[in-house]
Antibody, heavy 120, light 107 residues
Framework: QVQLRESGPGLVQPSQTLSLTCTVSGFSLTSHSVHWVRQHSGKSLEWLGR???????SYKSAFTSRLSISRDTSKSQVFLKMNSLQTADTGTYYCARGTFTTGGDVMDAWGQGASVTVSS | DIQMTQTPSSMPASLGERVTISCRASQGISNYLNWYQQKSDGTIKPLIYYTSNLQSGVPSRFSGSGSGTDYSLTISSLEPEDFAMYYC?????????FGGGTKLELK
């Protein structure tokens, strides 16, 4: 079945770089896109970016200068790298599969989330 | 960015009750609206896509409607597993944006 699993360090120092990996199974990265979404504790969800099935990344404009999304199709992995981390980047980071349907473009499967704390 | 405003932010309700959650976009989004459920353990699952289409495996007590800037999610008869957070999300424009969430609580 379709699964996504985020992994990465739970603690990152301020000004350092966050590196997260989303390992997927049950589908191909060349057939589906993968999104990254984060959630501050007790807050709503924030869309960060997307790795399209053709290998192109898209980013929320506010993060263009410090966010990079890439992939390794041979390992079924999508990577998120965010630099210059601040305490405001603390939260839970999710990866989610993107699927097109008639009229629809939906995140139809989600990982369990990776908790990230930015602190010295 | 398109702002999504959900109301109410929290809703006490009883088992078997019919509830409706509203979502208003800051501009028309041409029905490009999804709904998601988040459980207390953080698990997120899609419920409705393109305003009114039920995601596979989602019970028929869930339904969605709306047009233009105003959308809603209705649960016809609350079951114990429905008490959770609900988010609307627009995909008409990038960046995709979510509503602030509605916490459905047991009365």
């Amino acid at each position: 079945q379709v699964q996504l699993r985020e992994s990465g360090p739970g603690l990152v120092q301020p000004s350092q770089t966050l590196s997260l990996t989303c390992t997927v199974s049950g589908f191909s990265l060349t057939s589906h896109s993968v999104h990254w979404v984060r959630q501050h504790s007790g807050k709503s969800l924030e869309w960060l970016g997307r790795m399209w099935s053709d290998g192109r990344p898209s980013y929320k404009s506010a993060f263009t200068s410090r966010l990079s999304i890439s992939r390794d199709t041979s390992k079924s992995q999508v990577f998120l790298k965010m630099n210059s981390l601040q305490t405001a980047d603390t939260g839970t980071y999710y990866c989610a599969r993107g699927t097109f349907t008639t009229g629809g473009d939906v995140m139809d499967a989600w990982g369990q989330g990776a908790s990230v704390t930015v602190s010295s | 960015d398109i702002q999504m405003t959900q109301t109410p932010s929290s809703m006490p309700a009883s088992l078997g009750e019919r509830v409706t959650i509203s979502c208003r976009a800051s501009q028309g989004i041409s029905n490009y609206l999804n709904w998601y459920q988040q459980k207390s353990d953080g698990t997120i699952k899609p419920l409705i896509y393109y305003t009114s289409n039920l995601q596979s495996g989602v019970p028929s007590r869930f339904s969605g409607s709306g047009s233009g800037t105003d959308y809603s999610l209705t649960i016809s008869s609350l079951e114990p597993e429905d008490f959770a957070m609900y988010y609307c999300q627009q995909y008409d424009n990038y960046p995709w944006t979510f509503g602030g969430g509605t916490k459905l609580e047991l009365k």
